[in-house]
Nanobody
């Protein structure tokens, strides 16, 4: 069974930076490197939205337009961890950030992601 645990959220001022992490644990038959990984976020009163995704080997990435140029997704297949580096943060980036695992790379749809973490809160003050 796959488990995802996010960490690194917190309170930051607008213009600041934050890095959130997601640790993956699975069985012999569910290795981290066999999954594409994604980050989503959900603000109060809004639907969950796609933020970024990265392919199995980390070569390919894709971002939502709202974060392109400010956020960077990366992964370490030795540490079984995916990261989201967030720079130039804005108050509208305030949300619970979730990591998720998918069998195929490229999807921006949450329903394509099979496993989800519990989320970590990111709050950006103005």
């Amino acid at each position: 069974q796959v488990q995802l645990v996010e960490s690194g959220g917190g309170l930051v001022q607008a213009g600041g930076s934050l890095r959130v992490s997601c640790a993956f644990s699975g069985s012999t038959f569910s290795s981290f490197s066999s999954y594409a990984m994604g980050w989503f976020r959900q603000a109060p009163g809004k639907e969950r939205e796609f933020v970024a995704t990265i392919s199995w080997g980390g070569v390919s990435t894709n971002y939502a337009d709202s974060v392109k140029g400010r956020f960077t997704i990366s992964r370490d297949n030795v540490k079984n961890t995916v990261y989201l580096q967030m720079n130039s943060l804005k108050p509208e980036d305030t949300a619970v950030y979730y990591c998720a695992a998918a069998a195929k790379y490229g999807s921006t749809w949450s329903r394509e992601y099979r496993y989800w973490g519990q989320g970590t809160q990111v709050t950006v003050s103005s």
